[in-house]
């Protein structure tokens, strides 16, 4: 039996066309060790067989779900879930196709209740396990697949790179307002922001463990998986790189500089400096970025060249 102290935690879940694993990921989710209070579903207006499944759990669990009557896109479909939360919920949010480790809500709050200030955005996420669509392993880990656990996750590190997925995290209600008030941009997704705002203005934690089963397959995004090269190889990469019109950043402009633009008046001096230096960069060459990245980077590697 759970106590009087059981923390309110709603699970946020966005779905459009998951009925393939949909009941999968439901059962995950209302399996854990620390169980959600509510689970909220935003529908995209799926036409697979998802609204008879949520329908067949709402009545029966403590799912309630909407559904959208225009498109919304993934984040714009969060976001309404967002809105749907009840004050002073913490909130996690959940892919459709995932599989959540038993002790995934009980691991996360354990660990944020350790960083948590309540009118501060905080924020604890984990590694995941990639696995196919017949669940065989791709790699125990996310983090190596990407090369992610090779430096210190902090912001001059998130700035040039995302290394948060929103499937894994467990948020304070304080996160809530940022989250709801981020412009919608086709280049860039909630997560991203939510790790900005979080490693801005809030208190963050890393589990350095896979608490989900992360499933990539046809109908879900593709992953950019981590290529390792040896040290020749980089250099010869780099040299390519000099010839070309190559961007590796390109991807991060549009959001570090839209999330400065409305919340610079509010950051610490030493905080605006790390955004300003690095938009500083938007029109300098390959090489001056990389050398920024390296420079930016040099401090944080755990193991330089793996």
């Given at each position: 039996m759970l106590s009087s102290n059981t923390p309110s935690i709603a699970v946020l879940m966005a779905t459009y066309n998951g009925a393939q694993y949909l009941n999968e990921q439901i059962d995950s989710i209302l399996n854990q060790s620390l169980p959600p209070t509510t689970i909220i579903v935003s529908d995209?207006?799926?036409?697979?067989?998802?609204?008879?499944?949520?329908?067949?759990?709402?009545?029966?669990?403590?799912?309630k779900f909407i559904k959208n009557d225009t498109r919304r896109g993934v984040v714009g479909n969060f976001i309404n879930c967002l809105h749907q939360l009840p004050a002073g919920y913490y909130f996690a949010l959940s892919d459709q196709d995932d599989i959540w480790h038993p002790s995934k809500l009980e691991e996360s709050f354990h660990a944020l209740q350790k960083i948590e200030h309540k009118?501060?955005?905080?924020?604890?996420?984990?590694?995941?396990?990639?696995?196919?669509?017949?669940?065989?392993?791709?790699?125990r880990s996310f983090r190596n697949e990407l090369g992610h656990h090779?430096?210190?996750?902090?912001?001059?590190?998130?700035?040039?790179?995302?290394?948060?997925?929103?499937?894994?995290?467990?948020c304070n209600y304080s996160l809530k307002d940022y989250i709801i008030g981020m412009p919608i941009h086709p280049s860039f997704n909630h997560d991203a922001w939510m790790a900005l705002v979080s490693y801005t203005f809030g208190q963050t934690y890393s589990i350095d463990k896979a608490l989900v089963d992360y499933r990539q397959h046809s109908s879900n995004v593709t992953i950019r998986t981590h290529n390792k090269k040896t040290?020749?190889?980089?250099?010869?990469?780099?040299?390519?790189?000099?010839?070309?019109?190559n961007d590796f950043l390109e991807d991060r402009f549009p959001i570090v500089d839209l999330f400065y633009s409305q919340y610079?008046?509010?950051?610490?001096?030493?905080?605006?400096?790390?955004?300003?230096?690095?938009?500083?960069l938007q029109n300098k060459s390959y090489l001056s970025k990389k050398i920024a990245f390296e420079t930016a980077f040099y401090k944080h590697w755990t193991n330089r060249f793996s």
């Amino acid at each position: 039996m759970l106590s009087s102290n059981t923390p309110s935690i709603a699970v946020l879940m966005a779905t459009y066309n998951g009925a393939q694993y949909l009941n999968e990921q439901i059962d995950s989710i209302l399996n854990q060790s620390l169980p959600p209070t509510t689970i909220i579903v935003s529908d995209d207006g799926s036409d697979d067989g998802t609204i008879t499944i949520l329908e067949k759990y709402a009545a029966v669990e403590k799912i309630k779900f909407i559904k959208n009557d225009t498109r919304r896109g993934v984040v714009g479909n969060f976001i309404n879930c967002l809105h749907q939360l009840p004050a002073g919920y913490y909130f996690a949010l959940s892919d459709q196709d995932d599989i959540w480790h038993p002790s995934k809500l009980e691991e996360s709050f354990h660990a944020l209740q350790k960083i948590e200030h309540k009118d501060q955005p905080c924020m604890v996420y984990s590694d995941l396990c990639l696995i196919d669509a017949q669940k065989n392993i791709i790699n125990r880990s996310f983090r190596n697949e990407l090369g992610h656990h090779k430096y210190k996750h902090c912001l001059e590190t998130l700035l040039f790179g995302n290394f948060v997925l929103g499937c894994t995290t467990l948020c304070n209600y304080s996160l809530k307002d940022y989250i709801i008030g981020m412009p919608i941009h086709p280049s860039f997704n909630h997560d991203a922001w939510m790790a900005l705002v979080s490693y801005t203005f809030g208190q963050t934690y890393s589990i350095d463990k896979a608490l989900v089963d992360y499933r990539q397959h046809s109908s879900n995004v593709t992953i950019r998986t981590h290529n390792k090269k040896t040290v020749l190889n980089r250099y010869i990469n780099h040299a390519k790189q000099l010839l070309s019109k190559n961007d590796f950043l390109e991807d991060r402009f549009p959001i570090v500089d839209l999330f400065y633009s409305q919340y610079k008046s509010s950051m610490t001096p030493q905080k605006r400096m790390h955004f300003e230096d690095f938009l500083a960069l938007q029109n300098k060459s390959y090489l001056s970025k990389k050398i920024a990245f390296e420079t930016a980077f040099y401090k944080h590697w755990t193991n330089r060249f793996s």
